[in-house]
């Protein structure tokens, strides 16, 4: 058999579309079913101490077993929920393996298949990040000796200007490349990168990129074994240094090879043959080798759903770019991101990366706004069934409702500081350690305004404290309008500069008095 990711048949059952899809949107769409704000997580506040989050953990785990009881084929599973970085729910079922009737725990260990490609994709991002690999700029130019004929000519409208096989669209499967290497399966895949490449250098494109996904496991172990060869790092190796070290992920392995007497003891496994289940696929280890547990891979969910991404050496909005969709298929409501495949429905999107090898089949499904992730791995005789991608999504969406109703009554309960007065501000303030007066005035959008000698410094705002998202009452920042090219001050991407101003009130809330960074550090008072 060929490695064989599952992917949700929705994304690909479409085939090539008709035309160049519009460039992305978030989708406006009007849902006939219940719909939902998805509240994210509120500071201090905790929603799986409240009754109803029990209730419906009840409930799911009752729909949960009935459709694992429903599928025939399957002889064990393991799940697990977190939200906001805890673990608020994990249960086996069947047997861990044909010697052992317990079930699967936390820490059995299974191949995870295709979410590798997770890891190979967090690895790409950390070499952009540290300056190594521009992503968007195409494979071929960072390694001559990759090729592949381009049977379909110039690029259609809009992607006329742009460049073929990029590193990143190796990621999101939009480089038109073929779905398996060539001379390559499992068990037998010990080929070496450069008589790999003169392999690929005869095959052609299967779609013309940009224009659609085709998913591409040689895509995959082709960016994974580049990145190798560009940093002379062991992909095998760099996967652990880079992610699972860093992490703490101390049950997941690059192979079966590099797995450790104690994981091998812990494998959950069906009846499938073993020289079958463990067989080496070499070369293509980036696109589908590596072994893990359901609380390593719920660790690995937190860490790229946290506030700010936990792994070393990522860039947040790196994060942000592997779950921004790069490509929206005509529904709307289906899109392809870096790697994972996404669904919109009821006013968010949820992500999901499957996998599917020699009798493991799992499903990593994550709703990022919440902080809200499942991972399920079935145990299973058969060579395909969307079991784990269901329940994995039932987890999700039954714990995304009722999370969503604590989340949004709990942010009613905030007390909401009313926000600065402008009015209650405006003036004439002079400074005796400076020597100098400024204005206080409002601009024709009512914005607070700092003006000295006549000019528009810029405009104040109130800082929005991160922890409970109200404003603070005594501190603004100076949007300056000052050029960036020419200006110091302008140290923050939001326009803002680094030095704060803080406002002297009186018991009304008046403004008597200030002092800003960019003002010498001076108190000003009204005068």
């Not at 805890?86 to 861990?96: E, F, I, R």
Request: proline share 8%.
């Amino acid at each position: 058999s060929t490695l064989v990711c599952c992917v949700a048949a929705v994304l690909f059952a479409s085939g090539a579309l008709a035309k160049p899809p519009p460039p992305y949107t978030d989708p406006d769409i009007a849902d006939t079913g219940p719909c939902w704000r998805a509240s994210p997580p509120v500071a201090g506040f905790d929603p799986t101490g409240d009754d109803r989050f029990a209730d419906a953990v009840a409930s799911m785990e009752e729909e949960v077993e009935r459709q694992y009881k429903s599928q025939t084929g399957v002889t064990g599973m393991m799940a697990g929920a977190v939200y906001d970085g805890q673990l608020v729910w994990s249960k086996g079922y069947g047997a861990t393996s044909p010697d052992d009737k317990t079930p699967p725990d936390l820490d059995s260990v299974v191949r995870v298949a295709s979410n590798t490609k997770i890891f190979t994709t967090l690895m790409l991002y950390q070499l952009r990040d540290a300056g190594i690999i521009n992503i968007d700029t195409p494979l071929a130019a960072d390694q001559p000796m990759f090729s592949i004929r381009n049977p379909y000519g110039k690029l259609p409208a809009p992607y006329q200007d742009l460049p073929p096989v990029t590193w990143k669209m190796l990621t999101n499967h939009l480089a038109g490349m073929p779905g398996s290497p060539p001379a390559c399966d499992i068990g037998n895949c010990s080929i070496s990168h450069v008589e790999m490449l003169k392999l690929v250098s005869e095959l052609a494109l299967e779609r013309p990129p940009y224009v659609a996904p085709v998913y591409s496991n040689l895509g995959f172990a082709m960016l994974g074994r580049a990145m190798s060869n560009l940093t002379g790092e062991v992909w095998e190796d760099a996967v652990s240094e880079r992610i699972t070290v860093p992490l703490g992920l101390e049950s997941t392995f690059a192979c079966y090879e590099t797995l450790t007497d104690d994981a091998k003891s812990r494998i959950a496994r069906s009846s499938v043959d073993t020289d079958l289940l463990y067989a080496t696929i070499g070369w293509m280890n980036p696109a589908g080798s590596m072994f893990s547990t359901t609380r390593d891979m719920l660790a690995l969910a937190t860490s790229l759903l946290a506030e700010q991404p936990e792994l070393p050496g990522l860039a947040r909005r790196s994060r942000d770019e592997m779950l921004s969709p790069s490509f929206v298929f005509e529904s709307g409501r289906e899109a392809q991101a870096q790697p994972f495949e996404v669904t919109y429905r009821n006013g968010a999107w949820f992500y999901t990366k499957s996998g599917d090898l020699n009798g493991w089949q799992s499903n990593l499904y994550m709703h990022p706004k919440q902080r809200l992730a499942a991972y399920v791995v079935v145990m299973t005789e058969l060579d395909f069934s969307s079991l784990h991608g269901n329940i994995s999504g039932t987890i999700v969406n039954e714990l995304m409702n009722v999370v969503d109703v604590l989340n949004a009554e709990a942010e009613a309960k905030i007390p909401v500081e009313p926000p600065l007065d402008p009015a209650l501000a405006v003036g004439s303030y002079f400074s005796e350690s400076a020597g100098f007066g400024v204005e206080l005035t409002t601009n024709d959008a009512g914005e607070l305004s700092l003006v000295m000698g006549g000019a528009t410094v810029g405009q104040l705002a109130q800082v929005i404290d991160e922890e409970t998202g109200v404003p603070i009452p005594d501190l603004c920042r100076l949007r300056a309008t000052y050029d960036p090219s020419k200006s110091c001050y302008l140290s923050h991407m939001d326009g803002f500069n680094g030095g704060l101003t803080y406002l002297d009130l009186d018991d009304t809330g008046k403004v008597i008095g200030f002092t800003c960074s960019i003002l010498l550090a001076a108190p000003f008072h009204r005068v």
